[in-house]
């Protein structure tokens, strides 16, 4: 999961060099076919570094039942905003809906924007490049609060590098296109800029990815995928391997159970905690309250805790549904399909979407055989 998420990242780097020399030698191809999919592929990229963060720590329900449960609320740069605590599942959901909106919100804008450039229409196209930066401003100032939040736990992975390699990318080519423009506008390319200001841009980005692809390098290296770092583990073929880099159903999963599920996924008790009484160690009123209003009960005595079922109102046919069906929820034992069992024993345990292959040169990293080394090599300086 980790090398698919870093593949990801690292393709950012040719596939801006790519573009932004195709820009040089011919612009018209480039802003009518590269443009699209480079814009698209760096709002993706934003994607995958909250994704990469996210399985570096264990995932979302460690982040939310164990990480942030300890932690105290972070406060938010502005300070209308209040305060942010990823240990409450609703606010671990508007922080990656904040992030996201801007991976579904490029493609259209795009669109929109091709539309309003072949029909002049000038003035939206002014209020869509509002929306647009609106848009990625707010998605990377979420990154960042999450970035924030969970520093200490990151520390050891180097966030800091990371998020400077995702960041600085996007905001090069970002502002370097305003202040480009800007000059523009003032009149330091001459009367017809246009075609002058697009070169510079690309030009300017063309020199600027040797650093960025030094950097990526440094942040996220290749040697813990090795059979060095990996010795007893296997690899994918060719094909497999780019599929499952490139693939987006993790993407679109996502998108689902954020945009469109929402809340009905994101809530205490999809995410509660194993520990007896989470309440008592998080002193967080507002944390315990939004607990309380979704069903969560406990008793400081005991320690007992449960969650209410149909926790709220319902509807009368629900309620009739549970009465005449009284026992619906309970397994029949005797009525039990077991057909599938038979099945999986008589199968072998292998991912046939995914075939690794196994590396015969691994073994010469393994601990064994570094231990036998060792062994050898003391006896013979003892002898």
Known sequence: MEQRLIIRILLLVPLFSITCFTAIKNPTISQNYLDPIREFYEAFVIYTFFSLLTWLLGGERTIITDI????????????????????????????????????????????????????NWNRVQFWLLILYNLSVTWSLYNIAMFWKCLYVELQPFQPWLK???????????????????????????????????????????????????????????????????IPNGARMKLRYAIRDSFGIRDLIWDFKQTLLIGHTYYNFKNFDTAEQNPLNKRKNIRNTMNRLNEGYRYSNQDGNSHWIRNYGSI???????????????????????????????????????????????????????????????????SV
């Open 68 to 119: 942030s449960v300890t932690h105290i609320s972070t406060k938010h740069g502005l300070s209308w905003l209040g305060t942010i605590d990823l240990s409450d599942p609703n606010d671990y959901l508007s922080l990656k809906r904040g992030i996201l909106q801007y991976v579904w919100f490029k493609p259209f804008y795009c669109f929109i924007l091709l539309i309003c450039e072949t029909n």
């Open 315 to 381: 509807s009368r046919q629900n309620i009739n549904s549970s009465h005449s069906h009284g026992t619906s929820s309970v397994l029949d034992d005797e009525n039990w399909d077991t057909s599938m069992c038979d099945v999986s024993r008589a199968t072998l345990h292998d991912d046939p979407n995914y075939p690794v292959i196994w590396d015969s040169q691994g073994y010469k990293f393994t601990n064994s055989i570094s231990k036998l080394k060792r062994d050898i090599q003391s006896r013979a300086t």
């Open 163 to 229: 998020f400077l390699c995702v960041k600085l990318i996007i905001f090069a080519s970002y502002w370097q296109s305003i202040a480009i423009h800007t000059l523009g506008i003032l009149g330091i390319f001459g009367p017809e800029p246009a075609s002058r200001i697009y070169l510079y841009e690309n030009g300017i980005l063309c020199i600027e990815m040797l650093a960025f692809a030094m950097l990526h390098q440094q942040a996220f290296s290749w040697v813990p995928f090795s059979i060095q770092g």
